[in-house]
């Protein structure tokens, strides 16, 4: 589920196995990042989505839920989603 993937972003298999799954263009936005921050790609994913997580508003999460809720495994879903969203110009 979202609260065990979310512990083990820490790892970097883990991290690395869950950016296999992004689009190619937001892993290319998030390594972009990353490098700007002067992180470990890991690193930046597995803080982008403990800080959505402790700063997300109740509007994002109603969005969120609303999109893992039909998910075959909503916790990569939710992770892939706040991925996308961290990189994504609003």
């Known amino acids: 589920m979202l609260g065990e993937l979310i512990a083990q972003l820490d790892r970097p298999d883990v991290a690395n196995g869950v950016m296999a799954t992004l689009h190619s263009d937001v892993v290319w936005r998030i390594e972009r990042r990353a ?6 790609v890991t690193d930046f994913v597995a803080g982008a989505v403990r800080e959505f997580l402790d700063s997300a508003n109740d509007d ?7 999109i893992v809720r039909t998910s075959d495994d909503p916790g990569l ?3 892939q989603t706040i991925l996308e ?3 994504t110009e609003r």
Do not use: C, K
């Not at 490098?35 to 470990?40: I, W």
């Not at 994002?60 to 609303?66: E, K, R, S, Y």
């Open 85 to 87: 969203w961290v990189v």
């Open 35 to 40: 490098t700007a921050a002067s992180m470990p």
């Open 77 to 79: 879903t939710a992770v």
């Open 60 to 66: 994002l999460w109603f969005q969120l839920l609303t």
